[in-house]
């Protein structure tokens, strides 16, 4: 481990090898940080949370901070990252209240660049992009590979489905699907996220199908179960549109159309 002279850690922390810790920095009890994970100049990790393994953490970031949330009455919580995540400088990350998971989870391979927040509860999957002053309100589920733009603010108990990407200022208030292009405030959908999916290696026949359930779904005069059940029984079965068809069902706020 290298811990600069100025920085204050806890003795009830625990900091694995090949750990470094920058100048200024504060990490309160009951901080785990894994193998060769890198913390800059001024970084605050307030308590109780649990950071993995070659992660890198910019100056200035606040991990573990109490919720913003009035309910919150002092439980016991934690925020717990996976492994080489990055965040930019000036991030965000609240730990849970006791509500819904219990817990901020925030997976492997993310990247959340500057001034994003990441409210209580939420969670991330993997290989999400998360652009500079992006704010996620409590309860908010990102699934892998979700590209989130610049100055987007999502609201709490929102979904943001796999591979999909959110345009740059949106204002999101409803689920996004998995696989498609939002934008706008309030976002609306504009077809698949075709440009990710054929970089991210899904095949033609699955593209074309997504195609054919997007365009049943969100273009036909059909009522939404009606046209769920048009795809189930006229699209090409892939687990893809399984998907598709799962987020939208399952959806809670509604989805953006």
Known sequence: MRIHSTAVVSPEASLAEGVEVGAYSVIGPGVTIGKNTIL??????????DIGEDCRISSFCSLGGDPQDLKYEGEKTRVVIGNHNVFREYVT?????????????????NLIMAYCHVAHNCKLGNNIIISNASHLAGHIHVDDYAIISGMVGIHQFTRIGAHCIIGGASAVTQDIPPYVTAAGNHAKLYGLNLIGLERRGFSKETIAALKEAYRIIFRSPLRLEAALERVRTTVTDTPEVRNFIEFIQTSERGVCH
């Open 40 to 49: 800059g100049s001024h970084v605050v990790i307030e308590r109780d949370t």
């Open 93 to 109: 990350v609240n730990r849970a209240t006791s509500a819904d998971i219990g817990v901020t989870l925030i997976g492997d391979h």
